[in-house]
């Protein structure tokens, strides 16, 4: 089955650049999107279709995907970017979950 | 606005059944693919399955599938999601979230509260 591996923790200073990858095999055939959720809260949609950002989603949100890596980038971090982020798509008619990314905002 | 309300939480003993709405709002419920993802504690999304609401045509991530049946109502804008021999690692909190482009592989924009499922003797 296709599988989307995320590393488990990235650390940022405020104000500095996030990266989190996502990697698959053949990535950067299929579309990948980004999902922000927050301690007790459902997932939000922050990137869709590799680089789009939805209505509402700060500028500082960006995605790209290419080869077998998918990255979100977070620029000019704030701390309310803390929150575990999952990347997704689909294969086979499957949907497919990453493993998950905390982001921590030191 | 879309909103999707979900039912509250359940305690649930091994090998019962559980049965989950979640009631749309906001838009043509029939329009839209309703899937339903999960998230034991702690750990990742999961997803299991959708619905065509219009057609209630359903497709079940192999894992799920049969101990996992996907209706809907349309009359009420509502779909379930029931789940049955449940386990203890069943224990999770339950979402239902659509795709508001039509497909039924694509993005989630909008999602459910959760429903937190305890399953323990």
Redesign the interface.
């Known amino acids: 089955?296709y599988e989307l591996t995320q590393p488990p923790s990235v650390s940022v200073s405020p104000g500095q650049t996030a990266s989190i990858t996502c990697s698959g095999d053949k990535l950067g055939n299929k579309?990948a999107?980004w999902?922000q959720?927050k301690p007790g809260q459902?997932?939000?949609?922050v990137i869709?279709?590799d680089n789009k950002r939805?209505s509402g989603i700060p500028e500082r949100f960006s995605g790209s995907n290419s080869g077998n890596t998918a990255t979100l980038t977070i620029s000019g971090t704030q701390a309310m970017d803390e929150a575990d982020y999952?990347c997704?798509t689909?294969d086979s008619?499957?949907?497919?979950?990453?493993?998950?990314t905390k982001v921590t905002v030191l | 606005q879309v909103q999707l309300v979900q039912s509250g939480a359940e305690v649930k003993k091994p090998g019962a059944s559980l049965k989950v709405s979640c009631k749309a709002s906001g838009y043509t419920f029939t329009d839209y693919y309703m899937?339903w993802?999960r998230q034991a504690p702690g750990q990742?999304?999961?997803?299991m399955g959708w619905i065509n609401p219009n057609s209630g045509g359903t497709?079940y991530?192999?894992k799920f599938q049969g101990r996992v049946t996907m209706t809907r109502d349309t009359s009420i804008s509502t779909a379930y999601m029931e789940l049955s021999r449940l386990r203890s690692d069943d224990t999770a909190v339950y979402?239902c979230?659509i795709a508001a482009d039509g497909s039924?592989?694509?993005?989630?924009?909008y999602?459910?509260?959760?429903t937190l499922v305890t399953v323990s003797s």
């Not at chain 1, 008619?93 to 998950?100: A, E, I, L, M, R």
């Not at chain 2, 990742?44 to 997803?47: A, S």
């Not at chain 2, 999602?111 to 959760?114: C, H, L, P, V, Y």
């Open positions: 089955s579309y999107c999902y959720q459902s997932p939000v949609l869709y279709q939805p999952y997704q689909w008619s499957t949907n497919v979950f990453g493993t998950g | 899937h993802v990742g999304l999961e997803w497709n991530a192999q979402y979230t039924y592989m694509s993005h989630f924009d999602w459910g509260q959760g």
